[in-house]
């Protein structure tokens, strides 16, 4: 018997197998598309420009200060930035003592501990400390915004698509709800505590609109601070604190360009040279 079917049974196992996968394709069941207010009414990033877009782009240090100012002015009353150090921020064009000066005047104080008794204390920020945070722990953020917790910003540019677009589409992109959607959708009517932004994903986000008035803050370069402009230097500046070697491996990739293109070259020449008196 074995001896007879033997050469057979692999093949048919194989062929079990690829029925048993067949048979899976075809009747696994297919999400039928329920439509969602998500689904119909989330709107991608707005037409935006950033200097440091495309392989040559480069960051724009003034502008990255801007953006720093409305970090400290208006973000950082509730989101943490805890892998920037204050020092890093000679990075965008801040002289040692300004960085000091910074540091000094935070509005939040580093955890620390007294020297003489022991017990837990606070200190005025140095330039190699990180950025404190706004609250002491989670527990603390969530009970301030509605049981939401704002994320640290240190590395947001990079965690979402899109990058700092995203960021700034989502920064201008608040709105009343339009009433068609609570229409079609009841059930996704903004919650109480909740603000309609067709820029997030679901929708409904727990941020209260951070940039709403002109002149929120005083740029001293001059610069007019509109909504739009604060939300674009704010965004260039947290694509800075996620990637501030950008401009360094923009140069990189344009050197390797460069390279390949001049090896290729030689390669050519080289090829050229050997083959001279082969070829009629
Ligand atoms: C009053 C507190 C508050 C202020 C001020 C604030 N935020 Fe937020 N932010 C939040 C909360 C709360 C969330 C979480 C929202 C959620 O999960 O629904 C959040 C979420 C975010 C997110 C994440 C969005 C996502 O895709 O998950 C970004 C980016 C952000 N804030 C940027 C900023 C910037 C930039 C500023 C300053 C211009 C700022 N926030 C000011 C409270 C604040």
């Known amino acids: ?145 509605n049981n939401a917790l704002p994320p640290d910003l240190s590395l947001i540019a990079k965690a979402r698509e899109g990058g700092s677009h995203y960021l700034y589409s989502l920064l201008t992109g608040y709105e009343e709800q339009p009433a068609e959607l609570v229409r079609k959708f009841p059930d996704a009517k903004t919650p109480a505590g909740l603000y309609y932004n067709p820029h997030f994903a679901n929708l409904n986000i727990a941020m209260p609109p951070p940039l709403v008035a002109e002149g929120q803050v005083t740029y001293s370069d001059g610069t007019k601070a509109t909504v739009p402009q604060m939300a674009d230097d704010v965004s260039a500046f947290l694509m800075w604190a996620a990637e501030p070697k950008l401009e360094n491996r923009h140069r990189a990739g344009v050197a390797a360009l460069i390279y390949l293109l001049i090896a290729t070259a030689f390669t050519y020449g080289a090829y050229r040279n050997i083959w001279r008196d082969k070829k009629h």
């Open 1 to 145: 018997m074995i001896r007879f079917f033997g050469p057979f049974i692999a093949p048919l196992v194989g062929a079990g197998f690829l029925l048993a996968l067949l048979w899976g394709f075809i009747t696994t069941p297919r999400e039928a598309e329920a439509p969602t207010a998500a689904h119909e009414y989330h709107k991608g990033e707005k037409e935006i420009s950033f200097s440091f877009d495309g392989p040559l782009g480069r960051y724009d240090r003034q502008q990255l200060q801007r953006g720093f100012q409305v970090y400290k002015e208006v973000c950082s009353a509730c989101h943490s930035m805890k892998m920037v150090a204050f020092r890093d921020l000679e990075g965008i064009g801040f002289s040692g003592p300004e960085v000091k000066a910074i540091a000094n005047q935070w509005a939040v104080e580093v955890p620390s501990i007294n020297p003489d008794t022991g017990e837990a204390a606070t200190r005025k920020a140095l330039p190699s400390d990180y950025f404190p945070s706004p609250y002491a722990n989670e527990t603390a953020a969530r009970a301030a915004n």
